[in-house]
Nanobody, 110 residues
């Protein structure tokens, strides 16, 4: 089974940037989703990248976040810019073949 490890989260001021990484082991990383879960809320879709590089974003992050992949490194990235307090949450990456990981905490202060 593919195992994914998220990293790159942290505390940042509104307007700042972070880059999250999703590193895969146990198999090649294929179509990969980023989700997030804010305190007291349901997990929500953020972005997806297909094996061929096609991307899609939620309306709330489009034009601010960019998902990309490095097949040689077996890693998917989420570049987040112009961060807002409402972007705060635990960010998870997921493929069809993987389980949910621990996620990485992103906190955006006003």
């Amino acid at each position: 089974q593919v195992q994914l490890v998220e990293s790159g989260g942290g505390l940042v001021q509104a307007g700042g940037s972070l880059r999250l990484s999703c590193a895969a082991s146990g198999g090649s990383i294929k179509t990969t989703y980023w989700y997030r879960q804010a305190p007291g809320k349901q997990r929500e879709f953020v972005a997806v990248i297909s094996s061929g590089g096609g991307t899609s974003y939620s309306d709330s992050v489009r034009d601010r976040f960019t998902i990309s992949r490095d097949n040689a490194e077996n890693t998917v990235y989420l570049q987040m810019t112009s961060l807002k307090p409402e972007d705060t949450g635990v960010y998870y990456c997921k493929t069809v073949a993987s389980s949910w990981g621990q996620g990485t905490q992103v906190t955006v202060s006003a």
